[in-house]
């Protein structure tokens, strides 16, 4: 078991992100902020965790960086947390804190996620190094993970700069030994210090700062060289790879003889250290998930090098891809297989999702559903086909403003934007407002599940606890939207199909903008009410297979053939080819089929 | 060469079927045994319902935590089904472990796909070592029918050679107490199952 806090043994498994949050605990971290996002939601849940840590729960990346900003500035070693996307929504402190520096210490933690295995895009955030100037190290595995972030602290502090720390999926999901170290016990030198020169970021100061951040650049770039995390491998010397992070596994696994170059820090690069490698191997690579970030800058240096004329520009790596795109290493032949079709299996809203009664309802009037992200974005897909658009978080509100202003007369009635109730609070809120103040004629939808649910039940504003599971406010949907002047407030149970419907079509008939909030938690959610529902069963004999239960795209409902082509009797079809069935075991009784069903076929298990 | 000494083994199947726990006791037993382990899988998209995979690859030194095509010694596939998608990532001379476990995916529920047909028969005309499990009927046995995770793990380690009294303890810490007698005594049943079938 991975002991967390306290005594520890020796060695313990961990996850990358296990393991980042284990390693700023050992080195004194004293204020945590971040925001859910795959892969990195671990790190702060970890967190949690420990006693002696504050964390918590920001409503968005760019409340958690600017928070993490204020506690560094006051002297603490502070960590903000979020995925590759969520460094676009704190870009513009980022930008600045580069510039002013941050007295204590403040890492910021981007998880990146080549392949897309749960994210809207692929963007490579080693860019953001280079671009805002801010140092990057990048770990390989857990206990690096561990170590590398201690290291970032001190490179915080002793550069008065902001450091980034990269992770990718396969870092921050896979598990691998850790040795844990005792807490360091230290004391921050916490105080309010009053600089306006170096922290009010006008013209003046900021031309200033500008200048010494160039400085500071150039310290780094002297650091990188004698950094011991950047280090030279030498065995054969016919071929050299300089790579870091988890594509250094995956090149070590295909290729364990070669030469190579790991570096620990992408940002700034060792320029005498790359062309002293360069000098020792006859032939040079570059093995870099995403994009030629390194490859164009050892280019530059005027090195001759190959990457990405043989390398993947997307999707993730592993050994194979490796070996594949060089060549010459014995590949491991699979077994030949028999071409069989395998039926996809693609992730579905939960059997009783309180967003399939909503969706359900959408996909069936005549709108354009600008959507946004969680998990009710799955409705985009048959049978539901009740969403539209998905953009980035927060998106939805304003682009079924602009689709409804552009739309004038023609889009009347028409255009609906659905967000969830995290995804609201992370960005919903201003565009809800722009739309009362410029008078958009839509609907939008909080689906309101209690939760943030995609990523895995988190706490927010609206949910009433903190990320310890403290009491506290919990934000009043309605009361905010009045208060940003929405007239038209509707609360909705979306497992109830026909009430949903009504309301939705009313609002659609207004001139808007209205709100409607659908409100049932999620199926998942830990406080859920206790309700006692009762699990649905079909009765064969009054089933007449016309599948509209089957709309609904419930994992519990399944068609059996039945092989009967010309059933007789009441209500029976003339070419009825199967029946509906549900599996007794997943339903838990949300009645949305019982709903739909036309002829009564679908009742309680224990009805006669 | 070193990388020979890696074991590779991959677990699939479906959300909700236990596999993330399953891999992680199995990598805490390489762990325990003094070898090198690194683990892998991806979570995100699929809370419930989706494919899900792990790697495991343990041995003197590793460096990958995901294994290549055509490397893997032994799939333990927690549904049927799943046992087809991988089967590109098998060494030819692998062992395949396959539960009985049915579940449909969405467009087999919706009359638009049929549930393969045979595929254990699928799977022997390519590979010779193919173990099939009744995991569900043996949990049930067991006292617990959500330990069908434990029971595999149980098959599986009849296949590996990582002492039993280290697979005792890791399932010991891994479970809330009240949970660790059923699933010691699902270990117990999945490896009887597969010794019973070798003698
Ligand atoms: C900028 C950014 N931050 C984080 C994420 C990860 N993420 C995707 S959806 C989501 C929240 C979903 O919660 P909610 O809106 O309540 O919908 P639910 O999943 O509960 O239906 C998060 C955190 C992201 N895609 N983009």
């Known amino acids: 078991m991975n002991n967390i806090g306290g005594c520890v043994r020796m060695k313990v498994l961990m996850s990358g992100n296990e393991a980042i949050a284990r390693g700023a605990y050992e080195c004194g971290v004293r204020f945590v902020a971040g925001y859910p996002g795959t892969p990195s939601t671990e790190i702060v849940e970890t967190f949690a965790q420990y006693q002696d840590v504050y964390a918590e729960w920001s409503p968005n990346e760019k409340v958690a960086l600017e928070s993490g900003i204020g506690a560094a500035l006051a002297g603490a070693r502070a960590t903000v947390v979020m995925k590759h996307v969520g460094v676009n929504v704190a870009a513009d402190p980022l930008f600045t804190v580069s510039y002013t520096g941050t007295n204590g210490a403040l890492v910021i933690i981007t998880a990146d996620d080549p392949s897309l295995h749960s994210s809207q895009n692929e963007q490579d955030n080693r860019n953001y190094a280079k671009f805002a100037k801010i140092p990057m190290l990048e770990p390989s595995d857990s206990e690096e993970a561990r170590r590398y972030i201690k290291i970032a602290f001190e490179m915080s502090e002793m550069f008065d700069t902001p450091v980034f720390l990269r992770t990718t999926t396969r870092v921050s999901h896979s598990k691998s030994i850790v040795y844990p170290e005792a807490p360091l016990s230290r004391e921050d030198a916490l105080r309010l210090e009053v600089n306006p020169g170096k922290y009010v970021m006008v013209p003046i100061n900021a031309r200033h700062r500008r200048e010494e951040v160039e400085k500071r650049i150039q310290r780094l770039k002297d650091f990188a060289e004698t950094f011991s995390e950047n280090k030279m491998e030498l065995n054969n010397t016919e071929t050299g790879i300089i790579t870091s992070g988890m594509s250094y596994n995956y090149a070590k696994d295909a290729f364990p003889d070669l030469s190579y170059l790991k570096l620990g820090m992408v940002y700034p690069l060792p320029v005498k250290m790359i062309k002293k490698f360069a000098s020792e191997v006859r032939k040079l690579y570059v093995v870099e998930e995403l994009d030629p970030y390194i490859e164009e800058q050892v280019m530059a240096m005027g090195i001759k090098v190959i990457g990405k004329e043989v390398f993947p520009y997307t999707g993730e790596f592993d050994p194979g891809v490796i070996a594949a795109s060089m060549g010459g290493s014995k590949q491991p032949v699979p077994a030949s297989l028999p071409d069989i079709s395998i039926p996809p299996r693609p992730p579905n809203l939960c059997p009783g999702c309180p967003h399939r009664g909503l969706f359900y309802v959408l996909g069936k009037l005549n709108v354009f559903v600008s959507g946004d992200i969680g998990c009710y974005t799955l409705s985009y897909m048959k049978p539901l086909e009740g969403l539209h658009s998905c953009i980035c978080m927060g998106a939805s509100i304003g682009m079924a403003h602009g689709m409804s202003k552009a739309l004038g007369e023609k889009g009347r009635g028409r255009v609906v934007g659905v967000i969830g109730d995290s995804t609201f609070i992370h960005s919903g809120i201003t565009s809800l407002l722009n739309s009362v103040y410029n008078k958009s004629d839509i609907v939008i939808v909080i689906c309101d599940n209690r939760t943030t649910a995609m990523t895995g039940m988190q706490e927010h504003p609206a949910t009433g606890f903190t990320l310890s599971g403290e009491r506290t406010k919990e934000l009043d949907f309605s009361a905010l939207a009045s208060a940003l002047g929405v007239e038209n407030i509707r609360i909705i149970d979306p497992y109830d199909l026909k009430s949903t419907r009504t309301v939705m079509k009313e609002e659609l008939s207004k001139p808007g903008p209205s709100l409607i909030i659908s409100r049932r938690s999620c199926v998942l959610f830990k406080r859920r009410e206790k309700e006692l529902r009762v699990p649905m069963r079909v009765n064969p004999e009054t089933c007449i297979g016309c599948k509209l239960c089957l709309g609904l795209g419930c994992p519990p409902i399944s068609w059996v053939k039945d092989g009967m082509t010309a059933k007789k009797g009441k209500g029976k079809r003339k070419k009825q080819e199967g029946v509906a069935k549900i599996d007794q075991e997943l339903c838990i009784g949300c009645t949305l089929c019982q709903q739909v069903c036309k002829t009564g076929a679908i009742i309680e298990v224990n009805a006669e | 060469?070193?990388?020979?000494?890696?074991?590779?083994?991959?677990?699939?199947?479906?959300?909700?079927?236990?596999?993330?726990?399953?891999?992680?006791?199995?990598?805490?037993?390489?762990?325990?045994?003094?070898?090198?382990?690194?683990?892998?899988?991806?979570?995100?998209?699929?809370?419930?319902?989706?494919?899900?995979?792990?790697?495991?690859?343990?041995?003197?030194?590793?460096?990958?935590?995901?294994?290549?095509?055509?490397?893997?010694?032994?799939?333990?596939?927690?549904?049927?089904?799943?046992?087809?998608?991988?089967?590109?990532?098998?060494?030819?001379?692998?062992?395949?472990?396959?539960?009985?476990?049915?579940?449909?995916?969405?467009?087999?529920?919706?009359?638009?796909?049929?549930?393969?047909?045979?595929?254990?028969?699928?799977?022997?005309?390519?590979?010779?070592?193919?173990?099939?499990?009744?995991?569900?009927?043996?949990?049930?046995?067991?006292?617990?029918?959500?330990?069908?995770?434990?029971?595999?793990?149980?098959?599986?380690?009849?296949?590996?050679?990582?002492?039993?009294?280290?697979?005792?303890?890791?399932?010991?810490?891994?479970?809330p107490p009240k949970f660790v007698e059923t699933n010691l005594e699902a270990f117990h049943l999945g490896r009887a199952s597969q010794e019973q079938a070798s003698q």
Not at chain 2, 26 to 55: F, I, N, W
Not at chain 2, 76 to 96: A, C, I, Q, W
Not at chain 2, 136 to 160: F, M, Q
């Open chain 2, 1 to 175: 060469m070193m990388k020979k000494n890696v074991k590779n083994i991959l677990m699939s199947g479906v959300g909700g079927q236990g596999i993330l726990r399953a891999s992680d006791i199995l990598s805490m037993v390489a762990m325990e045994s003094g070898l090198d382990v690194k683990k892998s899988e991806v979570h995100g998209m699929a809370q419930r319902g989706g494919c899900v995979t792990s790697h495991v690859r343990y041995g003197q030194k590793v460096y990958s935590p995901i294994a290549r095509k055509g490397d893997v010694d032994i799939l333990v596939s927690f549904e049927k089904l799943e046992t087809l998608r991988y089967m590109d990532y098998m060494k030819p001379e692998g062992l395949v472990i396959i539960n009985e476990r049915e579940i449909c995916p969405p467009s087999v529920n919706l009359g638009i796909s049929d549930y393969p047909h045979d595929i254990v028969g699928t799977v022997s005309s390519i590979f010779s070592a193919v173990k099939v499990v009744d995991a569900g009927r043996l949990a049930k046995e067991a006292g617990d029918v959500r330990a069908e995770n434990t029971i595999l793990l149980g098959v599986l380690s009849a296949y590996l050679r990582l002492e039993v009294p280290l697979w005792l303890k890791v399932i010991c810490e891994s479970f």
